[in-house]
């Protein structure tokens, strides 16, 4: 939803996108329109056609049967002359004679299986097959009871029926038999072969045809193709149409559109000339349609492939212009945020061109300058300076602007000039910056006014001074606390203890044999007293070693040098000069807790095999380094890193000192200290 939201938002940016989408829309409409008016057309056309076809259809299918039946009822009516005259009516119509006439007549007609008679009774007596069955009563057949029931038509043709001597399907054309006196004779029958017509329709080959009918004039069906037994002897004909036929002075054709199983089709209807049989030939919508469906799909394609490819062209093209849109509408936010980001700045920026034309000037050029942008603007550099510089900064700012234009680089950086606001000087920080657009030189000059960050750094100054003083002396307070607890330590808590062990150990001289669980508790006692006099040592030890007062910083780093191989198992060399009574108590103090905070860091680190300690007299300092064979680790120099690392590096700068870590990861660590010799006195 919201990127729909945000295309339409997008369209009514970028006017251009819609009128393509609405130029495309239009091809696209076109295109389908024109394709499918032709299709229509086509279509339309080609339903003519196959109306046409299949009424030139029916007349060559009306011709064809009419010469079909014309040989079959010149055949009968040369059978019934011959059996009606004067020789005919001597023999018996189930005679010899009569036989091998039958014979003879349907000799040449193979759309007759069989002629044969039916005498007055409805039995019949004679017939051109070998296999006729006489005396079969034929009395229910409708060639037979169409004449007894007075009809007068020379022929009549009747519906499909199953012959019983052979359980054919046959429809059967009769004619009515008379005697000298005109009387009821009987019938002449030819059986009609089926297979013949359908055969014939067949040999047509026309593909176009879905079916070919031939009915009697009741609309009763007697053959066609395709071949199906399922309507013999029914009526399937219109009979609005079979009338409409029947009414016709000359034989036409009459077209009807039918619904069907196989859908809407056509069918046209045609007249036997001289015989009630009518012929149909149908073709349905779909058949009808199949040419036009051969040229329909090439056209479709072509439609589809034109739309595809109108489609791709203006996605692409959209997608450009959208891009193109979006991407000049980021640059004119990019813009606008530019100016905004440039207008905001607190330095005064004034960009000029080659001529000296200032062609930028920002709110805070013009609250430095007191001019407004708008006058500024236009005018001449060295005009707009001259009110605020001195001759002799103007010159020297000139000589700088000069080299601007030159420089190779484009890109200059000029110190601190002085410049007048409200008739007072004020340091101003000045950089000069040379691009070329659009062929054109362009100098950039960023004016900083100092007063705010000179004074800054001047209260950034006293605040680490006074930081410093207040490290130092909390410094101090913690070692005088250290010395002074540990001093309690020793002496008094120290003495004490000695002397309860020497009061114990007295009470334990006076037990009496036999009180031997007394002696054993007295020796367990003396145990106790003896591991707290060992950690009241210990603990006054790591507070402030004694020796580093009485002794100094020799003595008291061999001591603990010695305390730390022994607790941690690492080897330490100790390198100290022959005379270390130059330095304070409080040089001492330093490098003593360096040296501390180092092998501790060694121990719990390093993983180191061996640690090289080295204390050097430079003269003028002391110099104190730890160099470990350890794992190292990786230090950044721009933070302050472990807190250890960073109490050694405030005890050393607390006296004036320096303090440095080399060090990588598989290189081992060196820590070196850097002491004055000699500390001021507050």
């Not at 029914?234 to 002075?249: D, H, P």
């Not at 609250?367 to 603007?377: K, P």
Request: with cysteine; glycine share 8%.
């Amino acid at each position: 939803m919201f990127r729909s939201i945000g295309l339409k938002a997008r369209l009514r940016q970028i006017p251009s996108v819609k009128a393509l989408l609405l130029l495309s829309l239009a091809m696209i409409l076109a295109t389908v329109i024109s394709a499918t008016a032709l299709l229509l057309d086509l279509r339309q056309k080609e339903l003519a056609h196959a109306q046409g076809e299949i009424v030139s259809l029916t007349r060559i299918l009306s011709e064809q049967t009419t010469r079909t039946f014309e040989s079959v009822a010149m055949t009968m009516r040369g059978a019934r002359e011959r059996i009606s005259d004067d020789i005919g009516r001597r023999f018996e119509l189930d005679s010899r004679p009569i036989h091998l006439l039958l014979q003879a007549r349907i000799a040449g007609l193979p759309q007759v299986t069989s002629l044969f008679l039916v005498d007055s009774q409805g039995l019949g007596v004679n017939s051109s097959r070998p296999d006729f069955t006489r005396r079969l009563s034929v009395v229910d057949r409708e060639f037979f009871s169409h004449f007894v029931a007075g009809g007068n038509d020379e022929i009549f043709i009747s519906r499909p029926e199953k012959a019983r001597v052979d359980g054919q399907w046959t429809y059967y054309v009769s004619m009515r038999l008379l005697d000298a006196d005109e009387q009821f004779r009987g019938v002449l029958v030819a059986a009609i072969n089926i297979d013949y017509f359908e055969s014939l329709y067949d040999s047509i080959g026309l593909d176009f045809v879905s079916r070919i009918l031939l009915l009697n004039r009741d609309g009763v069906f007697l053959a066609g193709k395709p071949h199906d037994e399922m309507l013999f002897g029914k009526s399937i004909g219109n009979s609005a149409t079979l009338v409409k036929l029947q009414e016709q002075q000359v034989a036409g054709v009459v077209v009807v559109s039918e619904e069907s199983v196989a859908g809407r089709q056509f069918v046209a209807y045609r007249q036997v000339a001289n015989y009630p049989l009518v012929v149909g030939a149908a073709v349905t919508e779909d058949d009808a349609l199949t040419p036009w469906r051969q040229v329909m799909r090439p056209i479709v394609a072509g439609v589809v492939l034109v739309v595809l490819f109108v489609v791709l062209v203006t996605f692409l093209m959209a997608r450009n212009l959208l891009r193109k849109g979006v991407l000049e509408s980021a640059l004119k936010d990019s813009d606008a945020q530019l100016r905004h980001m440039i207008q905001s700045a607190r330095d005064a920026i004034v960009t000029v061109n080659s001529a000296k034309c200032v062609v930028f000037f920002n709110a805070a050029a013009e609250h430095m300058f007191g001019v407004r942008a708008e006058e500024a603007i236009g005018s001449d550099i060295d005009e707009l300076l001259a009110r605020y510089l001195s001759q002799a900064q103007l010159a020297n700012l000139l000589r700088f602007l000069d080299e601007g234009w030159r420089s190779p680089d484009g890109r200059i950086l000029l110190g601190i000039i002085e410049s007048l606001r409200d008739e007072q000087e004020f340091p101003v920080e000045l950089s000069l910056s040379t691009t070329t657009f659009r062929g054109k030189t362009l100098l950039t000059a960023v004016f900083r006014d100092l007063t705010e960050r000179q004074r800054a750094e001047r209260e950034l100054l006293e605040t680490n001074r006074q930081l410093q003083e207040l490290s130092a002396s909390l410094q101090s307070v913690r070692e005088e606390e250290r010395t002074g607890i540990a001093r309690e330590l020793h002496d008094e808590l120290g003495q004490m203890l000695t002397g309860i062990r020497m009061e114990v150990s007295w009470l334990g001289g006076r037990l009496v044999d036999g009180q031997q669980a007394l002696a054993d508790k007295v020796t367990a006692i003396k145990g106790q007293i003896d591991q707290t006099i060992a950690s009241v040592r210990r603990m006054s030890s790591e507070l402030r070693p004694l020796v580093l007062d009485d002794l100094g910083f020799a003595a008291a780093a061999g001591w603990y040098v010695d305390q730390f191989s022994a607790r941690t198992g690492l080897p330490v060399e100790l390198v100290l000069p022959a005379d270390d009574s130059q330095h304070d108590d409080t040089v001492a103090t330093a490098l003593f807790r360096v040296l501390q905070e180092s092998l501790t860091n060694v121990a719990r680190h390093a993983r180191a095999t061996r640690v090289k300690v080295r204390l050097d007299f430079q003269g003028v300092q002391w110099a104190l380094s730890i160099h470990d064979d350890g794992v190292g680790f990786v230090h950044d120099h721009g933070r302050c890193g472990d807190l250890g690392l960073v109490g050694m590096r405030e005890r050393a700068q607390i006296l004036g000192g320096q303090f440095a870590v080399t060090t990588a990861p598989g290189a081992g660590t060196l820590i070196e200290v850097f002491i004055p010799a000699q500390q001021k006195r507050a």
